[in-house]
């Protein structure tokens, strides 16, 4: 069992830049992997960044050069540093947690939170 909490979002302009933070209920040592995923209105929801347990990181290509995924272990938090923001960065940004342990994999959503780019 995984909470996952986010928050940072809000709305800037074209060309600015937000710092988005998870912070999972648990040690995320225990997690094997965590990401960020975005939808926006009448779209599908899609992988933006992923950071694995070992280090691995993954970028949608649309935010490669611009958004930086870390994570503080000691903090429970994962964080989605976005720079040079577009308008079409607009979406609602998720967090995921994936856990495989007894039972096999399990995956964890947060509530979601907002980012507005206005041009």
């Known amino acids: 069992q995984v909470q996952l909490v986010e928050s940072g979002g809000g709305l800037v302009q074209a060309g600015g830049f937000l710092r988005l933070s998870c912070t999972a209920s648990r040690s995320i040592s225990s997690i094997n992997a965590m990401g960020w995923y975005r939808q926006a209105p009448g779209k599908q929801r899609e992988l933006v960044a992923h950071i694995g347990s070992g280090g691995r990181i993954d970028y949608a290509d649309s935010v490669k050069g611009r958004f930086t995924i870390s994570r503080d272990n000691a903090k429970n938090t994962v964080y989605l540093q976005m720079n040079s923001l577009k308008p079409e960065d607009t979406a609602v940004y998720y967090c995921?947690?994936?856990?495989?342990?007894?039972?096999?994999?399990?995956?964890?959503w947060g509530q979601g939170t907002q980012v507005t780019v206005s041009s």
């Open positions: 995921n947690a994936v856990r495989i342990g007894v039972g096999g994999r399990n995956d964890y």
